[in-house]
């Protein structure tokens, strides 16, 4: 039998981290190792301590959490992270995504997703290629929240159609379900999460942002774009920017 993916928590709340180390102990593949109810806490035993995963708050005491992560990825000590809090906005997501981490789910959330990602960034399933992370820069730099679900059925849709164009002549009978099937969920959702995503995204910046993060990508196009117009433009210009970096290095100042 395999070791069990060994898990260390972070958050304040004595009640939530017996609870999560009770049903943690339920699961015969994972572990509760240890566990912290502050930032300083946290990262005087992340020194001497290697987790595969750790689950961390945001809203801490000593350090916030952004500040504890941004600590261990200086030192290069930052294990692979999920970040379960009630705290989050654009920008933190933004900061949160451009340090790595593997997941952010909004408190509350279910046991069973929360084990979920555990056990996919623990076999690495959740660590981005060169491609996704050149797709993630340029969706926060669209201002597509991390947090949102749409973002993740972005990622995978322009993923997909950086491949194979083709999934874009079946839209809503190829590529949604297919989606769909990934994060076990509908087409349905999988197409209104992006609609709203696209849409988000589109208000939270100004013609001259999108200019300077796309060229002339958005020019000419007054209100958010469709679904598909926007998959297969980005796509277009992302398959550019991953054949040139130097294209996509815009993104990163956003």
């Not at 084990?115 to 730099?141: P, Q, V, Y």
Request: aromatic share 8%; with cysteine.
């Amino acid at each position: 039998m395999s070791e069990p993916i060994r898990v260390f928590l972070v958050d304040t709340s004595r009640d939530y981290t017996f609870l999560m180390r009770e049903a943690l102990g339920r699961e015969p593949d994972l572990l509760m190792t240890d566990s912290a109810r502050d930032g300083l806490e946290a990262y005087e035993k992340l020194s001497q301590s290697r987790p595969d995963v750790l689950v961390t708050e945001l809203v801490l005491p000593g350090i916030d959490g952004l500040s504890l992560l941004r600590r261990l990825k200086s030192e290069n000590t930052m294990p692979p992270t999920i970040v379960v809090s009630g705290f989050y906005n654009d920008r933190a997501s933004q900061d949160l995504s451009r340090l790595g981490v593997a997941a952010f789910l909004p408190k509350p959330c279910g046991v069973a997703e929360l084990f979920s990602r555990i056990r996919e960034t623990a076999e690495g399933k959740l660590r981005l290629s060169g491609t996704d992370r050149l797709i993630r820069d340029a969706l926060l730099a669209y201002g597509v929240p991390a947090h949102l679900s749409g973002y993740r059925y972005l990622l995978s849709a322009l993923r997909r159609t950086m491949e194979d164009r083709s999934v874009l002549r079946g839209i809503t009978k190829i590529l949604y379900p297919d989606i769909a099937r990934e994060f076990s969920t509908t087409g349905h959702c999988v197409e209104r999460a992006i609609r709203s995503a696209v849409a988000r995204g589109w208000a939270s910046g100004t013609p001259e942002q999108r200019r300077r993060s796309f060229g002339p990508l958005f020019e000419g196009i007054d209100t958010a774009p469709s679904n598909a117009r926007f998959i297969a433009a980005m796509a277009e210009y992302l398959q550019i920017g991953y054949a040139q970096p130097e294209a996509g290095g815009r993104f990163a100042d956003f």
